[in-house]
């Protein structure tokens, strides 16, 4: 099976069972992912990323309100500080931006989004 083929059969496993269950199954908890927002993206409000009352209450406590804040907060490792969040909220609140960015990809993005996954997690 060549790269293409490949990228494409995950694009099909990823309409079947999700992003983050196809993402798990092959390349574990640990891999390195890759996502460009757009300025209107970061603009959105972190209701839109449809999270747990608790996680989006630790969020607003914070004063974290968009995607763009709540990404610079992941960067910079304050997130993971953050009374009432766990390690069970912050995967949470990883995963839900992925699939945000994710679904949010054309079909040619979403090929390049899995070419670039492979490399950055080669083994």
Do not use: H, W
């Not at 083929?5 to 999700?18: A, D, F, N, S």
């Not at 969020?59 to 490792?77: P, S």
């Amino acid at each position: 099976m060549n790269r293409q083929e490949l990228i494409e059969r995950l694009i099909e496993e990823e309409q079947k069972y999700g992003l983050p269950a196809l993402l798990d199954y092959i390349f574990g908890s640990d891999i390195k992912v890759k996502l460009r927002f757009s300025l209107r993206d970061c603009e959105t409000g972190i209701d839109e990323l449809c999270l747990s009352v608790r996680s989006q209450n630790a969020l607003k406590r914070a004063d974290i309100m968009t995607l763009g804040v709540l990404i610079d907060a992941l960067n910079e490792g304050k997130v993971k500080g953050l009374r009432n969040l766990g390690r069970k909220s912050f995967r949470e609140i990883q995963t839900r931006i992925l699939v945000y960015g994710y679904e949010k990809l054309n079909q040619k993005e979403k090929q390049q989004f899995f070419d670039d996954l492979i490399e950055e997690n080669r083994q």
